[in-house]
């Protein structure tokens, strides 16, 4: 594997889980009520996997121009950091709503 293809898996790693962590950052304010917190973690956590996906898309444009590569156990890890943390997003922001509303209904 090459270094540029080493270096997209490695943002995929990185940023993926950047991602969700920041992710279940925005859960846990949330959880304390701190919603300004929740909210700017639930931005980084999305600015954090639109680079990742960048990464990705990077990569896929390569293999549509004829230029295949290598699938690897650290290409696999690579995209299940990044699947696995925009499917988190998308729960964290539920949660995020939830707790907010919380209080609306005592």
Known sequence: ???????????LILYGGDGKSSAMEAVWAAKEGDFAKAEEK????QESLTLAHHAQTEMLAK????NPMEVSLLMVHGQD??????????LAKELVDVYRRLPEQK
Do not use: Q, R, V
């Open 63 to 66: 293999e549509a121009e004829g």
């Open 81 to 90: 950091h990044l699947m696995t943390g925009m499917m988190f997003l998308d």
């Open 1 to 11: 594997m090459d270094e540029k293809n080493t270096e997209a898996i490695m943002s």
């Open 42 to 45: 639930l931005k980084a956590a």
